[in-house]
């Protein structure tokens, strides 16, 4: 892969972490502030994950079909026109639907970029860029709840500017050539589909629990924690500072701890970040009255698992055949989504508790 063409794919995959950064925080204070109750609230914030999974099952076959570029192309335009669709309607089930069409559109474009870069990378550097990957995405979330402020001068100012970038990086894409993935079978029904989903999973299934975990982690931080700290007396501008600490805490680390995965191996290193971060938000647990506190708490724990999504990643690409890639990435999609889709309703849901 053309150092060029890497670059492309890694910044609209930036571009992409910019919008679902700034929806899942924006959406939910706007919300909160309408009155809307926590557990709709949590409910909408779904909806993106929502449609990750009714496309996962479909995209293989049209990308073995026609390749990655008009995968990723018709993924990064459906989310282009979903942004600027939020302005017009202040509805709770047309954003609902607003955030499906763009969580189909995110499927497609992480799915072709992410296929086409663990396709094509060497082993030795795959933990190397894989993270870089990661990285871009973690900058595009960080920056993404920053954009939140602009509400107070113009509800619609948020989603215009996220629409205006996104179209930006879409055009970029033209400047790819496309490719096809390893041809190792025919897929001609879905059938065939769900039977490669059974040995993808036989070869690489722990490597879907990091991409799980992180996904419950992101959404309930980005669509839950937003409605408690604003409950608790912090004020719009603390939140969104308080969620990119995070997103910097992952970005810093972010590519050492793919160099150190390539080197000591991705199962001892996946371990000890899960058990290093659960301390560190265990002690955040009793530090909610300080917003220093809090800061610091978050971006240490986003050094520690910040990653993990990506190590989740090559950590898949490590175990299975590279004609089972595609699925191996379609899983890992699958398996974020549930968490991500498990993590804001039932953050709502205890609230009322």
């Given amino acids: 892969m053309k150092r060029l063409h890497f670059w492309i794919l890694v910044s609209i995959v930036a571009i992409s972490g910019f919008s679902q950064g700034m929806l899942l925080p924006l959406i939910s204070i706007i919300f909160e502030q309408d009155g809307v109750s926590a557990t709709l609230n949590g ?3 779904t909806a993106l994950y929502i449609g990750i999974l009714i496309i996962s099952p479909f995209m293989e076959p049209p990308l073995r079909k026609f390749g990655y570029k008009p995968i990723i192309v018709t993924g990064g335009l459906i989310v282009v026109i979903a942004l600027a669709f939020f302005p017009l ?3 709770f ?3 609902f639907f607003l955030r499906l069409c763009i969580g189909i559109g995110d499927n497609a ?4 970029t992410q296929t086409w870069i ?3 990378t060497p082993k030795a550097q795959r933990g190397r860029n894989i993270s870089i990957y990661g990285l871009f995405f973690g900058i595009g979330f960080a920056v993404g709840p920053l954009m939140t402020p602009l509400m107070k001068y113009n509800e619609a100012l948020p989603f215009i500017v996220s629409a205006a970038l996104c179209f930006i990086a879409w055009l970029l894409l033209f400047f790819l050539h496309n490719d096809f993935p390893e041809q190792a079978v025919e897929l001609t029904s879905f059938r065939d589909t769900a039977g490669r989903f059974g040995r993808t999973l036989k070869y690489s299934w722990v490597a879907l629990l990091p991409p799980l975990g992180y996904g419950f ?3 309930s931080l980005n669509g839950s924690f937003p409605i408690y700290a604003l ?3 912090i004020d719009v501008t603390s939140v969104s500072i308080l969620l990119a600490s995070f997103a910097f805490g992952g970005i810093i680390f972010q590519l050492p701890l793919g160099i150190i995965s390539d080197k000591y191996g991705r199962k001892i290193i996946i371990k000890l970040l899960l058990l290093l971060g659960s301390f560190s938000f265990f002690v955040a647990s009793f530090l909610e009255n300080t917003t220093l506190g809090l800061t610091i708490c978050l971006f240490i724990a986003g050094m520690l698992v910040g990653s993990t999504f990506s190590m989740g990643i090559s950590f898949m690409t490590d175990l299975t055949p ?3 890639l595609p699925t191996g990435n379609i899983l890992c999609g699958i398996a974020f989504s549930i968490g991500s889709l498990l993590g804001p309703y039932l953050g709502g849901y205890l609230f009322n508790f």
Avoid: D, Q
């Fill in 231 to 233: 409950r608790i007396g």
């Fill in 322 to 324: 590279k004609s089972l």
């Fill in 109 to 112: 474009l992480h799915f072709g």
């Fill in 217 to 219: 982690l992101e959404a």
């Fill in 118 to 120: 663990t396709s094509v």
């Fill in 89 to 91: 309607w202040k509805s």
């Fill in 43 to 45: 409910l909408n914030a």
């Fill in 93 to 95: 089930w047309f954003w």
